[in-house]
């Protein structure tokens, strides 16, 4: 007996340092960055809504998931994440038999994002070719047409920030 809760009492203390972790709760950035300034991003697109979209929603992940404070000054911050929409489509995925109407449609988004601390210039993080994509649905009915195009927007631009935070937290 007593044999049995030994072991079972030293599996417990050294399951802690194993090295796992839960995913989304690592931090491989360094200690002493503090503060996260993520200005509006360039916009290489004719989709104007996203520039400030996408870093207000990763903003809004950054405080709601982190320690870390998010400011609006760049200058003001250990660290700066720069983002570029390098691309921006929208194209349909089905079509109504009967009619030809599309009812379904896809997003998709590229970026570029940089993650670098400010004082030494070194990068932190850095992916150049980001995609994302979310899909919507169109009613056939013209009497139930509700434009779901900014609500998939939106949940994209969620869904990018959820997947940048964690990349940067995991160091992916």
């Known amino acids: 007996m007593r044999t049995g809760a030994l072991v079972a009492l030293l599996a417990i203390l050294w399951t802690p340092g194993c090295g796992y972790h839960i995913a989304g709760r690592a931090d491989r950035l360094p200690r002493h960055v503090q503060t996260i300034a993520i200005p509006a991003f360039t916009n290489l697109t004719t989709r104007y809504r996203l520039t400030e979209r996408l870093p207000s929603a990763i903003a809004h992940e950054f405080i709601a998931r982190t320690r870390y404070q998010v400011v609006t000054d760049p200058e003001q911050a250990d660290a700066v994440l720069r983002g570029v929409i390098v691309s921006y ?12 109407r599309a009812t379904g449609v896809a997003l998709s988004v590229v970026l570029q994002l ?19 994509r979310e899909r919507y649905e169109i009613p056939v009915d013209e009497k139930a047409y509700l434009d779901e195009s900014d609500a998939a927007l939106e949940r994209l631009c969620r869904q990018v920030a959820r997947a940048v935070v964690s990349a940067i937290l995991e160091n992916f």
């Open 114 to 132: 940089t993650l670098t601390e400010r004082a030494t210039g070194k990068v932190l993080f850095s992916r150049p070719h980001w995609e994302a």
């Open 89 to 100: 489509n929208s194209y349909p995925t089905v079509f109504d038999p009967a009619t030809g």
